[in-house]
């Protein structure tokens, strides 16, 4: 989906901003608060994030620090079991946890089209 795309770009920008001055006379602090503000637009929505070992995260945006790592609040643990033939998920409830961005594969942002729309607008 674009809005994701957009989502995974903008948390990449201000990750990626980490030398940057916001206050600073270049143009670099336009590009810097544009990003932010599409990070915030994704604060308290509900995030799936990806990680390489196969497991996925469903949880509550809730920051992302300069080095690209995501806290989500209220997170479950999603893995699949291989015990069977049958592609079964179990499931257990962390809380709050970090991410690190050398772990992340895929962040997906749940939200209604007209919502989409207007991140894409930004």
Known sequence: MNMER????SLIQVAG???SNPNSPDGSDLAFSEAVTRV????????L???KDGRFFLGTFHCID??????LQDSVEYRSTR??????????CLGLILIPRSCRISCHVGC???EQLSLLSV
């Open 49 to 51: 994030v990806g990680i």
């Open 112 to 114: 209604s089209v007209e």
């Open 6 to 9: 957009e989502a995974a770009e």
């Open 66 to 71: 300069k080095q690209g790592n995501i806290i």
């Open 83 to 92: 015990r069977s033939s049958t592609s079964q998920t179990e499931q257990r």
């Open 40 to 47: 915030k637009k994704l604060i308290f929505r509900r995030m």
């Open 17 to 19: 901003s980490e030398g």
